[in-house]
């Protein structure tokens, strides 16, 4: 697919057979019609969009989707590489050839009725050097409305893409929102993705995870940049200095949360440039500089709310450009607004559930979808850096990586260097949720938070961070968090939320070489005394525990690392089997 941007189109009309075919130009004109739109089409008798009380969430909209249609289906995800050992053990393989023409018989003629929707975008800011054109051809009013929050959409994309044809092409229908009919096919080397059967985020947004981290990871491959799943913040001290952090974290880990912390030390600031994603690249000066290549938020609803995530709630509330949106959370039918586990601690007697029933608070059953969620414009964010829109991105300094383990991994520590650093991101691991897997605590492997959206070999992955370290001048220094330690009560060990910015502070006087370390078997931890508790009541002992290296867990710990590592088998690099072969012999096994 080297063609045009204008015969690409034509192919698409002439594959599809829409009615009608509208190209975006991202005004808010169009905003308005297509939300009017939205309010009047319908699927399966399900109408798209239902506008929200205004008084309490301006300029917003909700939408119900298909019961079979509520998360990412990782199972029908398939990176399609000409060689299998290329997508590696972390993904789903299929040859090209055959889910290239498994997926045509699928779209040809699939829009025959409805409208195709053409959203030319940039992922980035569009005057950066770093921002990436794209396209995505859709039949989903929602998934155009959608586009429009999470990218910069219209003519500023079409200017960029001019003749050429050097553009991400992503191809979607929603079909009939058949589960037997559903695939998400990624052809890295060909910049382009196939999305049939499914209206959600996840498998629809292609800009998202599909472009922004499965093609962008391969492209970053082949170019000598990193596209990771991190949030992007600045750290305000009180001396006015911003230090810039990354932060991966798996799933249900607070990621969101610390994207847009509130610290409770007087005088420390958190400014938000990502929730989500972020592309690295070194800059001139021979550091690691970050982008956002998004442009709102794709939350999950439940559990967020103003004792959890205050800027959120603000973020939500706020009018500006863009409407908001809300997908399979309950509906408070007394007010119309939105609803979901965790934004009270009342539940009213008048809820609409995420399937469209009356609610049952007796059922034990929630009321909004455990993965509902809202997307909302970064502009609505009262905590957007000023930096957001530097095309230059900002100068990285620390990168946090973290996980959920009621054990073994400590409060914090430090790694001593970046290839240090390399190794202890590639054995996070993370217990399950409910809302994840069926085993409730299972620890799941998840490296650098990308397992499910490397687009290639993640042996080769673990290569490439090594050879950017090689590259970069001034690298940033890397951390391990773990906010959720337990006693043997059960009851967690650290408070968390806002006072994860105490460890915060930790990291920005190592940072500065304002405080020392003391070493230990898997990295640097802080002196006794160099976390400021000060008005926080947490004994001695806690803190003991929280900073130490309990050796039998470790060892069971370095096994689990082990089998992990198997399954990759010689594509695990010499120095990152180094790196465990020290670790084991520091633990005595």
Known sequence: MSTSFDVFVKEMQDFFCPDKVYIMDGSQEEAERLTEVAQKSDIDGRVVLKKLNGQEYPNSYYHRSNTNDVARTEHLTFVCVPVKDQAGPNNNWLDPKEAKEKMRSLFKGAMKGRIMYVIPFVMGMPKSKYAKNCVQITDSVYVALSMRIMSRVGKQAIERIGNSSDFFRGIHSIGDVNPDRRFIMHFPQDNLVMSFGSGYGGNALLGKKCYSLRIGSYLGYQEGWLAEHMIIIGVEAPNRKITYFLGAFPSACGKTNLAMLDPVLKG??????????????????????????????????????????????????????????????????????????????????????????????????????????????????????????????????????????????????????????????????????????????????????????????????????????????????????????????????????????????????????????????????????????????????????????????????????????????????????????????????
């Open 268 to 589: 420390y600031k958190v400014w938000t440039l990502g929730d989500d994603i972020a592309w690295i690249n070194i800059g001139e000066d021979g550091r690691l500089y970050a982008i956002n290549p998004e442009a709102g938020f794709f939350g999950v609803a439940p559990g967020t709310g103003y004792k959890t995530n205050p800027i959120m709630m603000e973020t939500l509330k706020n009018d500006k450009f863009f409407p908001t949106l809300f997908t399979n959370t309950a509906v408070d039918n007394s007010n119309n607004t939105p609803w979901w586990e965790g934004i009270s601690d009342e539940v009213s007697f008048n809820l609409i559930d995420w399937q469209g029933q009356k609610y049952d608070k007796n059922s034990g059953k929630p009321a909004a979808h455990p993965n509902s969620r809202f997307t909302v414009s970064i502009y609505n964010c009262p905590t957007l850096s000023p930096e957001y829109d530097n095309p230059k991105g900002v100068p990285i300094s620390g990168i946090i990586f973290g996980g959920r383990r009621k054990d073994t991994i400590p409060l914090v520590y430090e790694a001593k260097d970046w290839n240090s650093g390399v190794f202890t991101a590639s054995i996070i691991g993370s217990e399950t949720t409910a809302a994840a897997s069926g085993q409730v605590g299972t620890v799941r492997r998840d490296p650098m938070a990308m397992l499910p959206f490397c687009g290639y070999n993640m042996g080769d992955y673990f290569q490439h961070w090594l050879n950017i370290g090689k590259k970069t001048k001034k690298l940033p220094k890397v951390f391990m968090v773990n906010w959720f330690r337990k006693d043997d009560d059960g009851n967690f060990m650290w408070p968390g939320y806002r006072e994860n910015s105490r460890v915060i502070k930790w990291m920005i006087d190592r940072i500065e070489g304002k405080t020392g370390a003391r070493e230990s078997e898997i990295g640097l931890f802080p002196q006794e005394g160099a976390i400021d508790l000060s008005g926080l009541s947490i004994k001695k002992k806690i803190m003991d525990k929280l900073l130490n290296v309990d050796k039998e867990d470790w060892k069971k710990e370095v096994i689990m690392i082990e089998e992990f590592y198997k399954k990759f088998g010689n594509k695990i690099p010499k120095d990152l089997m180094d790196h465990l072969k020290e670790l084991k012999e520091k633990l005595g096994v």
